[in-house]
Structures are given as structure tokens and as C-alpha cells.
């Protein structure tokens, strides 16, 4: 990210500044690329924010579905273990009548 500022303030565009680093994807340079080109970088960073933003709201909602029925089960599991912790010892003292 240094070099991309260095060269940035050396007068070079952003897109091609932050060509060389392998945090972006292609898609969000060629999108600063048009926006710098066509005046509209703004308009363009606004765009690739509301992709990005979309983008990770579906990722966390696939892991919401993968993650919730595992913490419904475990928290299944724990019920039952405390309703067997309580059960089991009046069942024992039941058979000693």
C-alpha cells in the first residue's frame, strides 16, 4: 500500500498505482480505471462499494444458514443433558422403593 501512495503522489493514476498490488481484484481496477477516464471516480467507487457491500452481505448470510442449525442442535444437546442430569438421579431413587 506504500508503493501505491508513493506513486500516487508521484502523479500516477490510481488504477495504475494499485495495479501492482495483489489486494485487488481486476474488476474493482478496470472499474477505478473507467472512473478516473471518464471523470466519474466517485460515481465508480460508489458503484464498487455497493457490489462489495452485496457481496459480503450474502457471504455472512450462506455462514448464518450453515452456522444456525449446528448452535439449534448443540443447544438441543445441552438441554437434554441438563433435563437427563435432573431426571436420572429421581429415576435411581424410584427403583430403590
Known amino acids: 500500500m506504500d508503493e501505491a501512495i ?6 500516477k493514476s490510481m488504477s495504475s498505482a494499485l495495479e501492482a498490488s495483489v489486494w485487488f481484484p481486476p ?14 471516480l466517485e460515481a465508480m ?3 464498487v462499494a455497493t457490489a462489495y457491500e452485496r457481496e459480503v452481505e450474502s457471504s455472512i448470510m450462506g455462514m448464518t444458514a450453515l452456522i444456525e442449525p449446528i448452535m439449534i442442535s448443540s443447544m438441543g444437546l445441552a438441554v437434554g443433558f441438563v433435563v437427563l442430569s435432573i431426571l436420572l438421579p429421581i429415576f435411581e431413587m424410584n427403583q430403590m422403593i
Open 27 to 40: 474488476l474493482f481496477l478496470q472499474m477505478i480505471s473507467v472512473g478516473e477516464q471518464s471523470g466519474q
Open 6 to 11: 508513493e506513486k500516487i503522489e508521484k502523479g
Open 45 to 47: 467507487l460508489d458503484k
